[in-house]
């Protein structure tokens, strides 16, 4: 039984690791990704368990009959949690399963553990054991805490599971949480993590520079993308760019915020091609400078420094690789007055918005300068007043966002779905190629 020296080499013969947690929802919908990822490539990945202490970093919450009975999670966290249910419940329907919010937060360490077995005793029935316990836990009919229930989901994906009670109250166990004391120390946090080579990539969203980095990196780095399983014929995308279309997507930025400020190449290019008409409208973040690491920090602390330090890296070599010049500053700067500009402009703010950007990510501008703010404006070829920098409109726009359930930019509104992050290009694409009507998700507590 390995013990896994380094969370960041792979077994001898496997070119990346993948982390996982079987009470993931984003993991759930990557399974399938990465699997045809492996086929495609004709490789076997070093699939490992990341079992997340969910309530040392977003809280904790029960619910009984669908109703939260007990919750110490912020509005913020809870915003955040009921947009990744929507998010990862619309891509999973999509693969035809079903994701079902859990009632409580599950410990997944024995069916973790499973993997550990499953990959020591027949690793080419890994898919089928995975399938055996998300499909089925994320429906609500699977204790994943019961050790006999995880032992039949071994048997059922064709695997000798004769041992496996005793493996994970001791070798298994023991293996697991030695893995799990040196995932932190690694920056290794969430899953679905790859690491190839000692990079890190958080997401499925950076599957398509895995495939990229294992191909022999031929041709340009592709950006960040939620793949989907059918792709657009180039006969559609043609005949959408030579014919205009009509629909309207509103889109909610910070000119502060890093992931929105690399989405803006990607998003004017899906506005010029498909002619959109668009509405851009600010809804200011909390962007925070990244903590040195303290003593006697707890899990919670731990995991938010590991995370922005991670998403940081993340945000300059995705930059570097897009040739879009990036300077962080040790502390972020303040964007209100142009985010106020940007909420009063009567007229088409592309202009204004990309220069904003500019003055913000290369120039190293105070975006809130009233002497800045004014030059940003009369540069993009836009009349000044005192009444741009007025505040109450973007109150209103806080509210909107809000309201539709928008806390992180960038964030894009089209048929009455809320898609956050450019990762959702490629979905965003189909919506307008294929002029779909709105997906209405299923509510399921």
């Known amino acids: 039984m390995q013990h896994y020296k ?85 891509y999973i329907e999509r693969q035809g399963y079903i994701l079902k919010g859990t009632e409580k937060i599950w410990n997944s360490s ?75 120390r690694n920056n290794i946090y969430g899953v679905p993590t790859y690491v190839i080579d000692g990079q890190i990539l958080f997401g499925r969203e950076h599957l398509p520079l895995v495939r990229w980095h294992l191909t022999g990196k031929q041709g340009d780095a592709p950006d960040i993308a939620y793949e989907l399983s059918s792709e657009l014929s180039t006969e559609l995308s043609t005949e959408l760019s030579a014919n205009e279309s009509h629909n309207e997507l509103t889109l909610f930025i910070d000119f502060k915020s890093p992931a929105a400020y690399l989405a803006l190449k990607p998003t004017l290019d899906f506005i010029k091609t498909h002619h959109l008409d668009v509405k851009w409208l600010p809804f200011p973040t909390k962007q925070s400078a990244m903590a040195a690491e303290q003593d006697n920090e707890t899990k919670g602390e731990t995991h938010r420094r590991v995370r922005a330090v991670q998403r940081q890296q993340m945000h300059e070599m995705y930059s570097e690789l897009s040739n879009t010049p990036m300077h962080f500053r040790p502390k972020p700067g303040n964007s209100d007055l142009a985010l106020n500009v940007l909420a009063n402009l009567s007229v088409d703010p592309t202009t204004f918005v990309s220069r904003a950007y500019d003055a913000y990510w290369i120039e190293g501008k ?55 992050g450019r990762e959702h290009m490629p979905w965003l694409m189909e919506i307008v190629a294929k002029k779909n009507k709105p997906y209405h998700l299923t509510e399921t507590n």
Request: net charge negative; charged share 25%; aromatic share 10%.
């Open 366 to 420: 105070d975006l809130n300068d009233a002497v800045v703010v004014e030059k940003l404006v009369t540069d993009a070829g836009l009349h000044f007043s005192a009444e741009l920098l007025q505040s109450k409109a973007i109150d209103t726009s806080i509210e909107q966002a809000q309201a539709q359930g928008v806390f992180e930019v960038p964030a894009f509104v089209i048929e009455e779905q809320v898609f956050i």
């Open 110 to 184: 024995i069916a973790n553990i499973g993997i550990l077995w499953v990959v020591e005793h027949a690793r080419d029935k890994l898919e089928a054991y995975l399938e055996s316990v998300y499909a089925p836990f994320w429906r609500r009919e699977l204790d994943i805490e019961d050790v006999a229930v995880v032992a039949a989901c071994i048997t059922a994906a064709g695997v000798d599971a004769d041992g496996f009670e005793a493996f994970q109250a001791g070798i298994g166990k023991e293996v697991h949480d030695q893995l799990q004391g040196q995932l932190h």
């Open 6 to 90: 380094s969370p960041l080499i792979a077994t001898d013969g496997q070119p990346a690791i993948v982390y996982i947690d079987i009470k993931s929802p984003y993991a759930f919908v990557a399974l399938k990704p990465i699997f045809a990822l492996e086929r495609e490539l004709g490789v076997q990945f070093d699939w490992r368990p990341l079992t997340l202490d969910i309530p040392s970093y977003l809280g904790s919450a029960k619910k009984k009959a669908g109703k939260v009975v007990e919750s110490n999670r912020s509005a913020s966290q809870w915003s955040g949690i009921k947009y990744a249910y929507r998010d990862a419940r619309r």
